[in-house]
């Protein structure tokens, strides 16, 4: 295993279509997010899993987004009728978190980067 | 809530030279602290972190001390190379969930 992967690389879409993308995080990981980051802009926090679980979404997580984790391994994010403003880098992390340490490191993957045209 | 603000980019630098890059925080309680880099083309990786104040996280000859009296995190080099031509990111351990929180980013670049 080497890292957190995230598939597509790159997808380009139209105005109003789904869009769905993938992470693979490292195998161990117990907690994986998903963050955003748009051009100029450090990543924003988006949703979280702990296993299968997902225990916090942001408020930039519109309705049209959903994520699951279903066997606690890999997660998908979809993003329903996309709109322009949804052009963005999507990053995976994934981190192993045991006992009463939080803030163990996130290990980011390369990306998905979204064009919505 | 909690924030982190940090230096605007970009920064230019010849080689050798020293390198400092502001970041402050916004937080209640004690976060942890980090700081990522991502090179062209790459992922986030963390560069170094500290957990308490303090603390001196330090990797690839990066430092930053956790200072909170100050709610800073400075990051400093002290002769960079072109290798080290990046984008940092400062960021904080936000609330019981575990995200990190980010600042902006400062794009360096390090000219031979």
């Known amino acids: 295993d080497t890292g957190v992967s995230q598939n597509p690389r790159h997808k380009i879409t139209k105005r109003g279509q789904n869009v769905t993308f993938r992470c693979d995080p490292i195998?161990?990981?117990?907690?994986l997010y998903w963050y955003r980051q748009t051009l100029g802009q450090g990543p924003e926090f988006l949703t979280y899993?702990?296993?299968?679980?997902?225990?916090?979404k942001s408020r930039l997580l519109s309705d049209r987004f959903s994520a699951e984790r279903p066997k606690g391994s890999f997660s998908t994010l979809e993003i329903q009728r996309t709109e322009q403003g949804d052009s963005a880098m999507y990053l995976c992390?994934?981190?192993?978190?045991?006992?009463?340490?939080?803030?163990?490191?996130?290990?980011f993957g390369p990306g998905t980067r979204l064009t919505v045209l | 809530g909690d924030s982190v603000t940090q230096m605007e980019g970009p920064v230019t630098l010849s080689e050798e030279a020293f390198l400092t890059i502001n970041c402050t925080y916004t937080?209640?309680?004690?976060?942890?602290l980090f700081w990522y880099v991502q090179y062209p083309g790459e992922g986030l990786q963390l560069l170094l972190k500290?957990?308490?104040?303090?603390d001196k996280g330090s990797n690839k000859g990066f430092e930053a001390t956790y200072r909170k009296e100050t709610t800073s995190f400075h990051l400093e080099k002290g002769s960079v190379q072109v290798s080290d031509s990046a984008v940092y990111f400062c960021?904080?351990?936000?609330?019981?969930?575990?995200?990190?929180?980010f600042g902006k980013g400062t794009k360096l670049s390090v000219k031979p």
């Open positions: 992390a994934s981190s192993l978190t045991s006992g009463g340490l939080t803030y163990n490191e996130q290990f």
């Open positions: 195998s161990e990981h117990n907690r």
């Open positions: 899993f702990q296993n299968e679980a997902q225990l916090e």
């Open positions: 937080a209640t309680g004690y976060p942890s």
């Open positions: 500290a957990t308490k104040a303090d």
């Open positions: 960021a904080l351990g936000g609330g019981s969930q575990g995200n990190l929180i």
